[in-house]
């Protein structure tokens, strides 16, 4: 039977980085090396008059990471990060609205005029785009999160065809309907598996807190059916290098569990139980538990530094 060793490593702020640095890129550039853009039509060449229907972001309270087996008496791991206490209902819409007031700042300063959307907000097209989704999203593969909608509007969904509420929206009112969801998550994951000597195997599990963007959706719908659409590439990020946490603990045989959660004016009672148990013989299973803490007034202006940092090259891509 094999000896299985694992290692927990926990890296420092400045041991790791996902992204590229882009000291010789501008913002343009590194905008189009984070992600990519579908378009038709160009609608900014249709008008320059935005609606901020949906400014929605989504706080990523819980995350993992799987490495499996590569055959068949191998070992595979799990890591779990969750952040304790998870940041408050009010926080995170604090953090929601302030990202709509710095967006539409941004917005206004590269010429373009933000219009009120109340009165959008009353026409039977954008009733038509709301969205019955749940705000909490638990998922067995990547974990939790909450999603905010700015102003705690209502969350909206374009549909998947172009003759849809959402372009009807812009035809009648001659403006670029936007709708973006961003996810925040607040943690690097790495782990790795080596064999030092035969018979063993070392299973080593990394992490470095941080405010990262790697997951967000922009639709952009113009007039005369013009479309803006953007996503993230695979393996890129935008970060913050503000640091956010107090301490970062790891432990074992434990879960998180969120309960009594105020999220979107519901109460949420809500577990995560997908962690392994491990297995006996040649083929067990390893998990790895940490835990973040975090100052909140931190995590607030690290959250809202990247939701800027992304802002700017969403911008930079809009011409």
């Known amino acids: ?38 378009e038709v039509k160009n609608p900014f ?42 940041p408050s209902a009010a926080l995170m819409q604090e953090i929601t609205n302030e990202h709509y007031v710095r967006l539409k700042a941004k917005l206004m300063a590269a010429g373009f005029d933000v219009v009120d959307e109340k009165p959008l907000q009353q026409t039977e097209e954008y009733k038509n785009l709301i969205s019955e989704k ?14 905010g909608s700015a102003h705690e509007a209502a969350m909206i969904d374009f549909p998947n065809f172009a003759g849809g509420a959402h372009a009807r929206l812009a035809n009648r009112n001659e403006v670029l309907v936007w709708n973006s969801n961003t996810l925040l998550d607040f943690v690097y994951i790495d782990q790795t598996k080596t064999r030092p000597v035969k018979g063993v195997i070392n299973m080593e599990a990394a992490v470095r807190p941080a405010i990262i963007i790697h997951s967000s959706t922009l639709e952009l ?42 999220t979107g004016g519901k109460i949420l009672r809500e577990s995560i139980i997908v962690l392994s148990r491990g297995r006996a013989g040649d083929n067990p299973d390893f998990k790895f538990m940490f835990q973040v803490e975090a100052d909140y007034a931190q995590y607030k202006a690290a959250a809202l530094d990247a939701l800027d940092r992304y802002a700017d090259q969403l911008i930079a891509l809009m011409r």
């Open 134 to 147: 749940e705000r909490l999203t638990i998922n067995k593969t990547w974990g939790m999160a909450a999603r």
């Open 1 to 38: 039977m094999k000896h299985l060793l694992f290692a927990v490593a926990l890296l420092s702020a400045t041991a790791i980085s996902a992204q590229k640095k882009g000291k010789n890129l501008t913002l343009a550039e590194q905008a189009k090396d984070n992600m990519t853009v579908y």
């Open 45 to 86: 060449k249709k008008t320059k008059r935005i609606a901020l229907l949906g400014v929605d972001v989504s706080f990523r309270l819980a995350t993992s990471q799987t490495v499996g087996k590569e055959r068949n008496s191998d070992a595979s791991s799990r890591t779990w990060v969750t952040l304790n206490p998870p």
């Open 221 to 262: 719908q113009g007039p005369d059916y013009s479309t803006f659409k953007t996503s993230f590439n695979a393996d890129k990020s935008i970060s913050s290098s503000q640091p956010f946490h107090t301490r970062v603990q790891s432990c074992t045989d434990c879960l998180p569990e969120f309960t009594e959660r105020t």
